[in-house]
């Protein structure tokens, strides 16, 4: 081995890395600022289930009572009952797919 130095000066300190650096650490910011949930509390799943229940559960409870009337007044009341919860299966089942299709809010 020689003693002797290299050829090239090692290169300082460039401001355009400086630069770069910057850049880089202001869009970390912002991507982190823009993947972080935006439900507070709550988990966004935990909420879109408890509408799901809540839009079967409605549509079915719904249904029976406006069938059973409807067929009290008419009645018919085993077919209208049954149309009635049918028509809230329908209407609950639309309901779900619509939020589903929906962004978390």
């Known amino acids: ?3 002797e130095k ?8 460039d401001a355009r890395i400086d630069a770069l650096e910057k850049r880089l650490r202001a869009a970390r ?3 982190e ?6 439900v ?19 549509g079915l ?3 029976v009572v406006v069938g059973w009337t409807i067929g009290w007044f ?6 209208a009952l049954l ?3 049918l028509f809230g299966i329908v209407v609950a089942f639309r309901n779900i797919i619509r939020n589903s299709n929906r962004p978390p809010q």
């Open 61 to 63: 409870l719904g249904g």
């Open 74 to 79: 008419t009645g018919t009341n085993p077919w």
């Open 83 to 85: 149309a009635g919860l």
């Open 1 to 3: 081995m020689s003693d």
């Open 6 to 13: 290299p050829g090239q000066e090692p290169i300082g300190e």
């Open 33 to 38: 600022q823009r993947n972080r949930p935006q």
């Open 40 to 58: 507070k509390g709550s988990d966004a799943s935990y909420k879109a289930g408890s509408r799901a229940l809540a839009d079967l559960l409605g």
């Open 29 to 31: 910011e912002r991507e």
